[in-house]
């Protein structure tokens, strides 16, 4: 068989399908809202009854374009091409779906001869996704969406060969998939415009209009409309019905898309409900390549449908340049949906209120050399005190020596580093509040609000029932999966998660092995390295405890998404829930285990000079003659920041790696697919340009838009968008899930390092515009979905706030010396004398059996007398230290809790414009069913 390409034989084999069985359409649009899994029934001969397809829309006012290219029927292309027709000039892309084939296929004659699309058991891989395609855009045509195939010429000496269908819904189809799926769409006419900012911000913004100015992108604020729920009958009362072709915005005319293609049957099942239906199914079983809405092309200004709001976002968002510009919220949301829009909006949310956190912290660090106690340090400088030996093998040091470690540890272990835990902790408590307060006004203004929208969420495309029951809402059969097999996964899912946090807090103790091993080598080796031997220690495993995270944490991704997937979740958000439960409880002990250990088991169980206790045969750690709490700051600091250098690092150079690599597929397929005449010829999906004409853009087009013309050039639409990345199946679960894990960093130990919280300001404001360059220029467009809030991020958000209150308490209370200070000044009435207090005498003595010369006629840190009993200031001390910690966490709780209830989570005016919004809804339906009513009896009359 000569080589030709495997499309060329496809449309052979559709053309004599086209006579054969037809797919089923299984798509009820009135369906179930709760299943989301249509059935037919058979009808008293027993044959397949269908369902009505669509209603056909009516404008009650003329098109904008005319009548017989604007409302042409979806059948009448399909005749001549069998379930494919040419999109007209006035038919948008809604939808692209790629497959990917080989060049060459044995099995083509066969194909070709094939009358049916009925699969059989010698039909080899190909064989069988060309049929699975041919049913699956069968079902779609019976839907009644529009199919458009497109493909280039093949060139034999390419190993694969990409056709794509191009979808485009007509404005009945959508109507009736938004009326199923309770959209919400403006109302004519419009309302009060809707300001988020309090008025603190416009006093700012009227009185430094410079600064404000800086900081404003200079996009115009869209006018505010009143919504409600979307109802074909009601159509005249929505704003823009006057055209159809614009009424739905494209995002959301992709999600309905989107929705519709994903209960589509592919093929059967061998199952009492079938199951392999969806086109995120048929892309997991090899039937397409890949599937996504298009980009606009944001410099083809020709392009009816380009709405400029990509070319908004690259000039104002995803820029460099555009680093101090507030984000453009509504643009986002009109392009990208609400999902992605409520994450960039939390994300520039977080890095506001970190600026003044930040600032604070700054102020904090370096007031922390003023505020450090010169009479402690003195007496430590001048101290001619002998330490006893901190390991078996280390030698004794004078606690002179160790005056430069003690004056970077009262850096961050000082007075105001209490004042400044108190402020995060009430920090993080305004943030979450006003959050929900900001969320629920962006998502009234975006028409997503809980209250005022029926979400109706479907199956999740991937799972798999395994028998039937009868949904007890609404008596309708529908899939299942069995709940003894469910929670017995379920539980073996959490057995593996709870065996490897057991190995996780292994590595820590073997962390932990490593630390006390170096230390006792360096002092072993000898030379003027043992006075650093605790730093070097220290330091040395906090960049192993990073390497263990960083490595771990990719491994536990894998199988946490693999466990999940094999519990088999009826919902999409259940199966986000529980894939969030074990990344962050595994992610929790692993990038926090470490600090947990240091701030408050370290040196607890340590003893004392001749009864040290011992672990695996070696002495347990002590904290240094400093305390612990530098050391926390070390392991915090390295592990905080490296983990940022890291990711960040991974998502700019792998990004633009990705580009590189895309870009010369592109030439590939300029180089191996077109000539060059060709692409003077045709150009781009744009007008074409010659290189004469290329020098001669204007000046107001930036050079980033010569690039992107640059790049497009010879490509369509939907072959550029197929060379970016694909959005991740999981969405901005790793996003939200690196926010999460920041907060923590920030909140749970900022006692110990007040820089924490402008460190992660500094990496948001990167990550701002990193994350937007990927989405707009990196990554394929993601389906619009919708969205009312972060989800279950918010509450993992409170539980770490409130987890930060006993963590910083238990901090301030029991690892740094603010407590024993605060003894001793009221005990003594003053700080002489301090450092002295804080050492005991080594009970040790050279007669003693065993006696190691490190515990002879030295001192070591604790609250005991000679004999090695405990004295009553440890008792006082003791005291002091709950009494705190329990009166530091009572307070920020009692705060939490009085600021919750003061504060409330809807803003009074967004509950006036909810009550306003719905009473202007049921004024609109009233004169919809009016005037429906007034024209039947005026036909009525006529008659």
Known sequence: MPIACFASSVASYQSHAASGSAAVYHLLVRGSHVSGWFHTKKNKEGALELPPPPRKYVSPHPPAVPANIAMTSINNGSSAGGIFSPLLPNEQVDYVIVARLPP??????????????????????????????????????????????????????????????????????LADRAEHLAIKMPLKGKAPQFEHSNALMKYLAAKFPRITNFFWHGIPVEESSYSSTFHINSLEQFEGSEDPNTFFRPALRSYLVYSLLNVLEFADSDQAININMGVVRMEVSGGVDSHFPLHENPYEDDDPYNTGQLRLLLDKW????????????????????????FYYAFLGHYTLWLSAAGFMGFVVFFAGFSFRDQHILDEVCNSNLTICASCSSCDTVRLDSLCSSYSVSYLFDNPLTVYFAVFMNIWGTFFLEFWKRRAYALSYDWDTMSGARVFLEPLRPLFRPDCTRINPVTKKEEPHFRPKKKYIRMFTGLSVCLLLTVVL??????????????????????????????????????????????????????????????????FQE????????????????????????????????????????????????????????????????????????????????????????NKRQRNNLRSAKVSPETLIENGSAGPSQSDGD?????????????????????????????????????????????????????????????????????????????????????????????????????HTLELINLLAAITNGAVIGFTSDFIPQLVYREKMGTMTGYVSSLYARSPVSASDPGASPGDLDCYYRDYRDDTGSRTTMWYEVLMARLAFVLIFENFIFFFKMFFAHLVPDIPKKVKTEIQREQYKGEIALAEAQANKKRRKTAAYVTA
């Not at 194909?111 to 699969?119: I, P």
């Not at 995803?318 to 829009?341: C, I």
């Not at 340590?606 to 700051?633: D, H, I, S």
């Open 505 to 570: 807090v292994i590595l820590v103790l073997g962390i932990i092995a490593y630390r006390v091993a170096v230390r006792e080598a360096i002092f072993l080796h000898g030379g003027s390295y043992q006075e650093r031997a605790g730093p070097v220690a220290s330091v040395t495993a906090a960049v192993l405890n990073l390497v263990f995270i960083v490595v771990l944490a990719m491994v536990y991704k894998l199988l946490a998404l693999k466990l999940t997937d094999w519990e088999n979740h009826r």
């Open 318 to 341: 995803a820029s460099w340049k555009a680093w101090h510009y507030v984000q453009p919220l509504d643009v986002l949301r009109t392009y990208f949906g609400e999902k992605l829009s």
């Open 104 to 173: 060459i296929i044995a099995e083509l004659e066969q194909l070709e001869r094939e009358q049916s699309n009925q699969l059989n058991e010698n039909d080899s891989d190909h064989m069988r996704h060309a049929k699975w395609r041919y049913r699956f855009f069968q079902e779609a045509q019976e839907v009644g969406l529009k199919v458009e195939k497109w493909e280039r010429p093949c060139d034999e000496s390419r190993h694969a060969h990409y056709v794509y269908y191009k979808v485009h819904a007509p404005f009945d189809v």
């Open 694 to 794: 290329k020098k001669k853009l204007s000046h107001a087009v930036s050079e980033s838009a010569e690039e992107y013309r640059e790049q497009r050039l010879g490509l369509e639409p939907w072959e550029f968008d197929r060379t970016l990345q694909s959005f991740p199946d999981v969405g901005l679960f790793y996003e939200y899930l690196e926010m999460v894990l920041q907060f923590g960093f920030v909140l749970l130990f900022v006692a110990a390092f007040p820089l924490a919280p402008l460190f992660a300001f500094l990496n948001n404001i990167l990550e701002i515009r990193v994350d937007a360059m990927k989405s707009v220029k990196g990554r394929r467009r993601t389906v619009a979905f919708p969205a009312a809030n972060i989800g279950l991020w918010l």
């Open 574 to 661: 259940d199966y986000e829930r529980q894939l969030a439960l074990k990344m962050f409880v595994f992610q929790f002990v692993n990038n926090y285990a470490s600090l947990f250990y240091i701030a408050f088991f370290k040196g607890r169980f340590a003893g004392y000079p001749g009864n040290y206790n011992t672990f695996w045969g070696m002495r347990t750690e002590q904290c240094a003659e400093y305390g612990c709490l530098l050391e926390v700051t070390i392991t915090l600091a390295i592990t905080m920041v490296g983990k940022q250098l890291i990711n960040q690092t991974q998502e700019i150079i792998i990004p633009y790696i990705s580009m590189w690599w």
